[in-house]
T-cell receptor, first 112, second 115 residues
Framework: DGGITQSPKYLFRKEGQNVTLSCEQN?????MYWYRQDPGQGLRLIYY???????QKGDIAEGYSVSREKKESFPLTVTSAQKNPTAFYLC???????????FGDGTRLSIL | AQSVTQPDIHITVSEGASLELRCNYS??????LFWYVQSPGQGLQLLLK??????LVQGIKGFEAEFKRSQSSFNLRKPSVHWSDAAEYFC?????????????FGTGTRLTIIP
């Protein structure tokens, strides 16, 4: 079955450590997105990518970095510069233009 | 900039009762509108979408929504809820200048079903 796979489901970060969240899709979608979800705040866009080797900052990109070396993969790195990284992170993809976004099951990041 | 308001943070309804979740948006042109549902610890699942045409759209799981331009609203309805409908519901608006490249989400409405 086609879909979006996020791993790991739970992740713990130590102070000063960078961590990378994985997002892989086999839907042949061009565009991919990373959102952060906090209680009572809905989803906020971190980064998005419309094509390989290109990506744009969303509304809350500070302290995060991404890469898009393959169409299927869009990993998100939470750097030590992100002072409040505890949240639920969702990856999404779409065929682009007029198509709904499909979501993975998320990664919950916590601080040790 | 576009925005979405879901005025109800939490709604409780009895099983079998009707449901309406409110969504108001702010956008200069005709927007793309979506409703998503999220179960605890899971990703979001698309319930329905409005792009153009008939203002009453049907979705999965017996949900429907009506686009009302004059009220800038896109309320979600279901005539009879089931216990399995308990979840969090998000309304989202897409920028038609850029297709579906960027969505703005509301803060969500949590639905509780009582027997």
């Amino acid at each position: 079955d086609g879909g979006i796979t996020q791993s790991p489901k739970y992740l713990f970060r130590k102070e000063g450590q960078n961590v990378t969240l994985s997002c892989e899709q086999n839907l042949n979608h061009d565009a991919m997105y990373w959102y952060r979800q906090d209680p009572g705040q809905g989803l906020r866009l971190i980064y998005y990518s419309q094509i390989v080797n290109d990506f744009q900052k969303g509304d809350i990109a500070e302290g995060y970095s991404v890469s898009r070396e393959k169409k299927e993969s869009f990993p998100l790195t939470v750097t030590s510069a992100q002072k409040n990284p505890t949240a639920f992170y969702l990856c999404a993809s779409t065929r682009t233009l007029n198509q709904p976004q499909h979501f993975g099951d998320g990664t919950r990041l916590s601080i040790l | 900039a576009q925005s979405v308001t879901q005025p109800d943070i939490h709604i409780t309804v009895s099983e079998g009762a009707s449901l309406e979740l409110r969504c108001n948006y702010s956008y200069g042109a005709t927007p793309y509108l979506f409703w998503y549902v999220q179960s605890p610890g899971q990703g979001l699942q698309l319930l329905l979408k409005y792009f153009s045409g008939d203002t009453l759209v049907q979705g999965i799981k017996g949900f429907e929504a009506e686009f009302k331009r004059s009220q800038s609203s896109f309320n979600l309805r279901k005539p009879s809820v089931h216990w399995s409908d308990a979840a969090e519901y998000f309304c989202a608006v897409g920028d038609t200048n850029f297709g579906n490249e960027k969505l703005t989400f509301g803060t969500g409405t949590r639905l509780t079903i009582i027997p």
